[in-house]
């Protein structure tokens, strides 16, 4: 069983600046892809970004965070983030991570956080 808790959520303005991050419990963090997931309200649920178990050399971005939001991870904090930058109002939603089954790929997920609000005015 994988516990995630994400933080660092809340409100900025348009253009500014936010960095999440998702502390996960347990010893096999390392051997799990992450990633990042949105849902705004009364929208579906949304991919924002994946990276790769291990060293994470492979990342992947929906096409709205491209240049903008960057993941990472570091296995020895057992934390995964997301920088975000230039923040849009469309950006608005809560943010959820997600982590793989043991040695899992990108793409199907087993374990979810509880989520955090990151609201951008307009």
């Known amino acids: 069983q994988v516990q995630l808790v994400e933080s660092g959520g809340g409100l900025v303005q348009a253009g500014g600046s936010l960095s999440l991050s998702c502390a996960a419990s347990?010893?096999?963090?390392?051997?799990?892809?992450m990633a990042w997931f949105r849902q705004a309200p009364g929208k579906e649920r949304e991919f924002v970004a994946s990276?790769?178990?291990?060293?994470?050399?492979?990342?992947d971005y929906a096409d709205f965070g491209k240049g903008r939001f960057t993941i990472s991870r570091d296995n020895a904090k057992n934390t995964v983030y997301l920088q975000m930058n230039n923040l849009k109002p469309e950006d608005t939603a809560v943010y959820y991570c997600?982590?793989?089954?043991?040695?899992?790929?990108?793409?199907?997920?087993?374990?979810w956080g509880q989520g955090t609000q990151v609201t951008v005015p307009s």
């Open positions: 997600a982590a793989t089954r043991y040695e899992g790929s990108p793409g199907v997920y087993r374990y």
């Open positions: 347990g010893r096999t963090f390392s051997s799990r892809a």
């Open positions: 990276i790769v178990a291990g060293s994470g050399s492979t990342t």
